[in-house]
């Protein structure tokens, strides 16, 4: 079974002066089939992901003499609108965990409430309706179009791949609408400045298995496959998209990692965000 040698991608990364560095993890020493299962994201085409979901539109674009700030961080944007680092553990569960972070951020940056207590349940939305379970990862666009239906509190349906039941549990919040861009880079900027931390997929290789910090540039490993994200800003000075990542705060940077710009195909993917709306006064 293949395991990543870190050794010998450190020597790669030297050899290169790359912007980052890599080190073992508890997710370097997985065997081939498990890493596979950190990507969960299916590929479709971007009609497909939009005809499926709600209100499906783009954003007007801005004057091509406008200029995008050069850093945005939703973590330090006149508040904290960044949902706290999740694990998705050995399951193909990233869209739905990507998913549920981006609606919370919405919610977040839609009622000026930076730092509101807030957690979505991942288990149902993305176990109902799927018995395949951790072993196949779900298209972003059933995702979203069950998260039009309503999304429970984490509190009501507690996350373990130990537990994949489905039941019925009363929603928090439903997505009201969804909005794409699929632009050229500064497109892309804008559309982070202005809507906050956005939905996105990028190939999983073996070498970010190793990340441990600075701007991730893919040097060597196998592709096992699309994963989601949350973009939650940008860095000029450095090329690169911030990203929240679903594999836990032991890892990487504190949970959170930064990406070149164009790498790994999260710019040849749509960025997605989120309209939302309460169901219930259960979220406080």
């Known amino acids: 079974m293949r395991m990543l040698d870190v050794e010998i991608l450190s020597s790669a990364l030297a050899s290169r002066n790359a912007t980052w560095t890599a080190a073992p993890t508890r997710l370097t020493s997985l065997p081939a089939d498990m890493a596979r299962a950190l990507a969960g994201a299916m590929d479709e085409p971007l009609a497909h992901t939009l005809s499926k979901a709600s209100s499906a539109t783009l954003t007007a674009p801005h004057s091509s003499t406008e200029m995008p700030a050069v850093k945005v961080d939703w973590r330090d944007n006149g508040g904290n609108y ?21 609606m919370e ?5 839609s009622e000026s409430a930076p730092g509101l207590a807030l957690a979505l349940a991942p288990r149902p939305l993305f176990f109902c309706g ?10 972003a666009s059933d995702i979203m179009s069950s998260a039009r239906n309503g999304v429970a509190l984490e509190a009501a ?5 130990a537990d994949q039941t489905c039941k019925a549990i009363a929603p928090a919040l439903r997505v009201t609408g969804i909005r794409q861009c699929a632009g050229d880079l500064r497109t892309r900027k804008f559309f982070v400045a202005d809507e906050g ?3 996105a997929e990028m190939r999983l290789f073996d070498d970010f298995l190793a990340y441990t910090g600075g701007v991730y540039r893919h040097v060597q ?6 994963h989601a994200v949350v973009v939650i800003g940008y860095d000029d000075a450095e090329h690169c998209w911030i990203c929240l990542n679903s594999w836990g705060a032991q890892v990487q940077e ?3 990692f930064r990406i070149g710009y164009g790498e790994c195909e999260i710019d040849a993917r749509p960025f997605i965000a989120l309209d939302v709306d309460r169901v219930t006064d259960a979220v406080s």
């Open 82 to 102: 960044v949902s706290p680092v999740r694990d998705q553990d050995l399951c193909r569960s990233c869209v739905a965990f990507a998913t549920c972070a981006v």
């Open 105 to 109: 951020s919405s919610l977040r940056i």
């Open 130 to 139: 799927h018995p395949a379970g951790c072993s196949v990862g779900r298209y």
């Open 157 to 161: 349906a507690p996350y373990s791949v």
């Open 197 to 199: 931390p956005v939905y």
């Open 221 to 226: 490993g196998a592709d096992n496959g699309l």
């Open 254 to 256: 504190n949970g959170f």
